[in-house]
């Protein structure tokens, strides 16, 4: 089995990209982000400050968390709820960065996500993916743009779902999820060894899916 890591900070695109690339190569998409919303998510709906250790850590025996694809796409459940959307606001990307930096909240995703891997040729994208969670993966790359540019895309994103927030609101929750994933001390947001670094500040989607397409066919 194939396996290429995709990790960047929030906002990066890595998602979107990955799914591209992962549809072109026929490879299975794994969006281990969306784990950790789902936990943060179970976490806000339970009235838990995503930031205590001791209570998210006690929701994790009965989280009911299932991932199913349809062809290359994913889509998360939650106690038997498809909350594919509902993972993705403001206030549950906090949320997710905030129980991210738990470790065990991280034993007990990665565990979930090394077992994904084992039996499929996967695009897996996160933040320490390449650096902890598939230390042996064939292709590890590291997407980045400035956080100004990701705020943008976000904020852009956000709007045409509906949502209403400031491009500040936006910009700010990127800094301090930045600040989050670099700084906490159980598998902080680093460049994996070996990674190709691919910047996007200044590139479209399209752009994008290229380079990082044109980076694993020099590689497989």
């Known amino acids: ?77 939650l106690d038997g709820e498809n909350v594919s959307d509902k993972i993705r606001t403001p206030e549950i990307s906090m949320a997710a960065s905030n129980v991210s930096a738990i470790p065990a909240v991280r034993v007990a995703m990665v565990d979930m996500q090394r077992k994904l891997a084992k039996n499929h040729d996967v695009v897996m994208d996160g933040r320490d993916i390449g650096s902890f969670v598939l230390p042996d993966a064939e292709i590890k790359i590291f997407l980045t743009a400035s956080a100004e540019a990701r705020a943008r895309r976000r904020y852009k994103e956000l709007l045409q779902k509906g949502e209403s927030v400031s491009f500040e609101e936006v910009y700010n929750d990127m800094v301090q999820r930045d600040k989050n994933d670099s700084t906490r001390a159980v598998s902080p947001l680093v460049v994996a060894e070996g990674a190709t670094v691919i910047d996007t500040s200044d590139l479209n989607l399209e752009e994008s899916v290229e380079a990082v397409i044109s980076t694993v066919r020099s590689r497989i």
């Not at 089995?1 to 695109?13: E, L, V």
């Not at 990209?17 to 969306?34: E, Q, W």
Request: net charge positive.
């Open 1 to 77: 089995m194939t396996k290429i890591a995709i990790d960047g900070p929030a906002g990066a695109g890595k998602s979107t990209i990955s799914k591209k690339v992962a549809a072109s190569l026929g490879y299975v998409y794994i969006d281990t982000g969306a784990m950790y919303r789902t936990v943060g998510l179970k976490a806000v709906r339970c009235g838990i400050d995503t930031r205590d250790a001791e209570g998210v850590t006690k929701i994790l025996p009965a989280l009911d968390i299932d991932i199913r694809h349809e062809g290359v796409e994913q889509h998360i459940y």
